[in-house]
């Protein structure tokens, strides 16, 4: 018993060492799967995630030793996270595809990010995270190309366009429940696919092309990143932008999950009637988490149109909001590092199995059945609530 | 005019039955299980490749004509697609049968990534569309001035017989009742002595058979099929469902007649309808929602603090 508690309490020191080590052990790991391209190296990888999870669910207080070490030394967590972030393009170097990949995985990170605090937080399913998604994509491009407006600019109209429309599938929310919400969110996604697809104003089936690259301070982002004499390829740019939107979502989420907007949901989730019954404005905070989660995802659509230039409605589709509840629910539920593995997993992990080429579908929607078999509560569950306290 | 309103009429009634037949399937699989099985559409929609394959593997081993061999490979495949379903429940549904409603409904949308995925590897050239016969052909009979086929007719009559075959077995027999039992409280009629796994055995042999035949029918009027023709039969079939209020057979019917009414209405008299159709269709969904939450026909159920 001892043992176990002073293990729960970690010095600072130790903490400092279990940090860094773990962040670095991580990064290597990425590092490792976004590199190799041999169908028995990547095996022989996700055997060792494999591993490493089985690992973590028999010896649960890993996860808790963790957990203590992180909360104990913040500031080293998090310089050492920035580092991480920072500088893994110079080792990435002038590899664009892993760069690629590793933006994609960015956005969907911050897709899934705003989708978990329907579906994880407030347990409200939402299949038209997609269609926010893409709705913030058509309305920076549209912007862009029609009106000139800068990239900077396009961002908070294209959120504002997002909001209003998480706002007109919200009210429908406060009627229905479960399944039939499920519907109505599949309902809207649709309807805004097929008006893109067939409008002509926005392409039709060909989309938008030639959306021009954003700038910042005289510096375009068409260009390669100088820093200090290196020379990152021009993706380095968008690399950094998306993870400064990944910040942005985390932050976002960890002050909403502390404040009584995140108690609101999880009260929601857990009775929706007992939450009524204690004075939370049931209506408002549902459709306040709509209206959340098509605010972030238009970020991401805007990003995602300024950084491939080209947008078609085949990128927002049903299976992309399907794709993005995936992430939500393999990584875990309500649990914003769960969140972000689970999308970086579900992105690096198609593409890596290219390897079994023209069945990698195939192997993927196995892969997710039995996961959902496997481990229903996601691969890190949602943790309690702590105020400070030692429980 | 009289003549568009018609053969308008017969579009009509023709899809709306496919659909309901599609949409019956949902309803019974919800009923019983309380699981969304969303790869249902994709399930229905691997009957006319099956069809289609037996055929061909007939004509080869015995010779004579590939439609002559339809007649032994339609009742063929829809045996072959309860099967599927059954299997489908044992190997994967069937766990998802007490966990969260998003969990099924995930699960089975990626059971329909596999099934069509199957579907384009092991069908020979499976990622291209296959021409799809009529599986009867020629003009019945005219109303004032159309010809009404004789497919048409089939669709009809096919879907009567079945969904009066279904009301009969459910309301008179003895496997019926235990379904509808099931239905109503899976524990309390475990403990009069139901055993369950055979009450979802039947329930997605019957389901997924009736989905074979809408497939097949759908496949025959679209006169064409492809690997990924089940998302929106599955999107359409779960809409009429829902619409018409999950777990209700009348509703399902009525889901079904209304999302096929919709969509030849925008096909007919709105200009350009023909892209905008699923458009109309959805919109009809999310406003049938709001005014009635829980479906035209679905019970509301109050819940009990």
């Given amino acids: 018993m001892q043992a176990r508690a002073s293990l729960a309490a970690p010095g600072k020191a130790a903490a400092a060492a279990f940090t860094i080590t773990s962040q670095l052990c991580g990064a290597t790991f990425l590092y490792l799967i976004l590199r190799v391209d041999g169908g028995w190296q990547v095996v022989g990888l996700l055997a060792l995630l494999g591993l490493g999870f089985y690992l973590l669910e028999r010896l649960p207080w890993i996860a808790d030793y963790a957990m203590a070490s992180f909360a104990r030394v913040p500031l080293v967590t998090m310089i050492t996270a920035a580092v991480v972030v920072l500088a893994f393009p110079f080792f990435v170097g002038s590899n664009t595809y892993m760069l690629h990949l590793l933006i994609v995985a960015e956005l969907y990170a911050v897709l899934a990010l705003a989708l978990n605090f329907q579906l994880g937080s407030a347990n409200i399913p939402n299949f038209a995270t997609g269609a926010s998604y893409g709705i913030g994509a058509y309305v920076s491009a549209l912007l862009a190309i029609n009106f000139g407006v800068s990239f900077w600019l396009t961002l908070p109209v294209a959120a504002l366009a997002a909001t209003l429309f998480g706002f007109i599938i919200g009210i429908p929310s406060m009627r229905t429940r479960d399944t039939y919400l499920a519907l109505v969110t599949i309902a809207f996604g649709v309807v805004v696919q097929q008006l893109l697809n067939n409008f002509s104003w926005t392409g039709g089936p060909n989309g938008l092309v030639g959306i021009p690259a954003p700038s910042l301070l005289g510096h375009s982002f068409a260009d390669p990143l100088v820093i200090f004499g290196w020379k990152l390829p021009s993706q380095a740019n968008f690399y950094y932008l998306s993870a400064a939107l990944v910040v942005v979502a985390i932050v976002t989420a960890h002050r909403l999950h502390a404040s009584r907007i995140g108690l609101a949901w999880n009260a929601l989730r857990a009775d929706e009637i007992a939450a009524r019954a204690q004075g939370i404005n049931v209506a408002w905070f549902k459709v306040l988490a709509f209206a959340v989660d098509a605010f972030l995802a238009a970020f991401a659509g805007t990003i995602y149109a300024f950084y491939v230039s080209y947008i078609s409605p085949d990128n927002f589709t049903f299976l992309v909001s399907v794709t993005i509840m995936t992430m939500v629910i393999v990584g875990g539920m309500d649990n914003v590092f769960g969140v972000i593995v689970g999308a970086f997993l579900l992105t690096i992990l198609p593409e890596k199995l290219r390897a079994f080429a023209d069945y990698r579908l195939l192997f993927f929607g196995v892969v997710i059945i039995a996961f959902l078999m496997i481990r229903p509560q996601g691969l890190f569950p949602q943790r309690m609530r702590r105020y400070g306290g030692d429980l | ?305």
């Fill in chain 2, 1 to 305: 005019m009289a003549e568009l309103l018609v053969q308008q009429l017969v579009n009509w009634i023709t899809l709306g039955c496919i659909y309901a037949l599609l949409a019956i399937g949902f309803s019974l699989i919800f009923g019983v299980l309380n699981v969304i099985h969303f790869s249902h559409g994709d399930v229905a929609m691997t009957a006319p490749f099956i069809t289609l394959g037996l055929a061909q593997a007939l004509a080869t081993a015995l010779g004579a004509s590939i439609p002559a061999w339809l007649v032994l490979a339609v009742p063929l495949a829809v045996l072959a697609v309860g099967l599927i379903g059954v299997l489908l429940d044992k190997v994967v549904i069937r766990r998802f049968r007490d966990a969260p409603a998003m969990m099924a409904l995930v699960a089975t949308v990626a059971l329909g990534i596999v099934i069509r995925e199957l579907i384009r590897h092991l069908y020979p050239q499976g990622s291209n569309p296959h021409a799809f016969p009529r599986l009867v052909s020629g003009m019945a009979l005219e109303i004032s001035g159309v010809a009404v086929s004789w497919f048409a007719l089939l669709v009809v009559v096919l879907t009567v017989a079945l969904v009066t075959m279904l009301f009969v077995f459910l309301r008179m027999t003895p496997l019926g009742l235990r379904i509808r039992a099931a239905s109503e409280d899976r524990i309390v009629a475990r403990m009069m002595g139901i055993r369950d796994a055979r009450v979802f055995r039947a329930t997605f042999f019957i389901a997924s058979a009736i989905g074979a035949t809408a497939g097949l029918l759908f496949a025959s009027y679209a006169g064409v099929t492809r690997f990924d023709f089940g998302v929106m039969a599955g999107l359409l079939g779960f809409s009429a469902a829902v619409i018409g209020g999950l777990g209700s057979m009348p509703g399902a019917i009525l889901g079904g007649l209304i999302i096929a009414g919709i969509e030849v209405l925008a096909q007919t008299f709105v200009t350009d309808g023909a892209s905008y159709r699923l458009v109309f269709v959805f919109l009809l969904v999310i406003a049938v929602l709001i005014f009635r939450p829980a479906g035209l026909l679905g019970r509301t159920v109050m819940e009990k603090v």
